[in-house]
C-alpha cells in the first residue's frame, strides 16, 4: 500500500488542486493520502473534510495547535503505522493485484509547489528496492525555480555542511522533504527512537528524520526533483534563522552521538 503524507498549515488554496492531482496521477496505484492539519487558522480542515465526504481513502489526523513540521510528521507516520496494522483486510483484493510492491511512505508539501508525477516514480523506486528515494534538486535534471537566493543558498549549504558532518552514500539534497520511505524503514526508526522521532521544531527536521533512518536502509537513492515554488500561494513558514540554528544544533548531536540533550529551537 502506498500512503501520501501531507503535513498541512494554513494550506486551503492550494490544498483542493493538489488532492486533485494526487487522485488522478495515483487512481492505477492502491493508495491511501492522509492529511494532518497542524493547527491551521484557515480553512484547511474544512478542505480536508469535504474532499474526505467523496473519498474514503483520504484521511484527517488534526493538531488543537501549530506544532510544527516534525511534529505533524511525527503524528502522520504514527497514523500510517496504526492503520496498515490493523486495516489491512480493507483492501484485501488490490493487494492481491500488487502483491509484489511493499508498504511505503512518500512525504510532500502541501502547498503544491512539489509535481505531483514524481509520485510514481518514488513509487517505482521503491518497488525496485529502494529503502529511501528522495526528489532530489541536485542530480542531472533537477531544479528549483521560485526560490529567494537566502533559500537556495542554505538549501546547498545545509547538503555540503552535512555532507562532510554525516555523509550518505547517494545523497546530495538532504533538506527535501519530498522523499519515499519503505514503511518498515520507519517502523524500525520509531522502534529505535519513539514515536516523535523528530525532535526538532523547525525545518531541519527533515535533515533530522534523514540522518536518524538512513543508518537502517541498504539501498538509498534520489530521482530529479523540478521545483516550482513560484506557484507557492501564501507567505513562506520557514524562518531562516532559526532553520540554520537547528542544522548547528544537528551538528552537535552529529558530533555527540546523542539525540535528546538539546533543547530544539522553536518554529
Excluded at 490493523?86 to 483484493?93: G, P, Q, S
Excluded at 521560485?146 to 533538506?175: C, E, N, Q, T
Excluded at 513558514?237 to 532559526?242: D, L, R
Excluded at 540554528?245 to 552521538?257: A, E, P
Aim: hydrophobic share 40%; with cysteine; net charge neutral.
Amino acid at each position: 500500500m502506498l500512503y501520501i503524507l501531507l503535513p498541512a498549515y494554513n494550506e486551503d488554496q492550494a490544498l483542493p488542486s493538489l488532492l486533485k492531482d494526487i487522485e488522478q496521477i495515483c487512481a492505477p496505484i492502491p493508495h491511501q493520502t492522509v492529511i494532518v492539519d497542524d493547527g491551521s487558522t484557515d480553512h484547511t480542515a474544512d478542505v480536508v473534510q469535504k474532499f474526505a465526504q467523496t473519498h474514503p481513502n483520504i484521511h484527517k489526523v488534526s493538531h488543537t495547535q501549530n506544532q510544527g513540521l516534525g511534529a505533524a510528521l511525527n503524528s502522520g507516520f504514527q497514523f500510517v503505522l496504526n492503520f496498515n496494522k490493523y486495516y489491512d483486510t480493507l483492501w484485501e483484493d488490490q493487494v492481491i493485484k500488487h502483491q509484489q510492491a511493499p508498504d511505503m511512505v512518500i512525504t510532500m508539501d502541501a502547498d503544491n509547489t512539489q509535481p505531483v508525477d514524481c509520485i510514481p516514480k518514488l513509487y517505482e523506486a521503491i518497488c525496485s528496492g529502494a529503502d529511501l528515494v528522495i526528489a532530489s534538486r541536485y542530480v542531472s535534471g533537477g531544479e528549483q525555480n521560485g526560490l529567494s537566493l537566502g533559500r537556495r543558498g542554505l538549501s546547498w549549504g545545509a547538503g555540503r555542511v552535512m555532507h562532510y558532518f554525516a555523509p550518505i552514500k547517494g545523497v546530495r539534497d538532504y533538506s527535501c522533504g519530498y522523499r519515499a520511505y519503505r514503511l518498515a524503514l520507519l517502523a524500525e526508526g520509531t522502534r529505535q527512537y519513539g514515536p516523535e522521532i523528530i525532535k526538532s521544531r523547525n525545518f531541519s527536521g527533515m535533515v533530522e528524520l534523514l540522518l536518524k533512518v538512513a543508518p537502517f536502509a541498504e539501498c538509498v537513492t534520489e530521482i530529479p526533483l523540478k521545483l516550482h515554488y513560484e506557484l507557492k500561494k501564501g507567505a513562506s513558514k520557514m524562518k531562516i534563522w532559526q532553520t540554520i540554528w537547528g542544522y548547528v544544533q544537528l551538528i552537535y548531536q552529529v558530533k555527540r552521538h546523542k539525540w535528546s540533550t538539546v533543547e530544539w529551537a522553536e518554529e
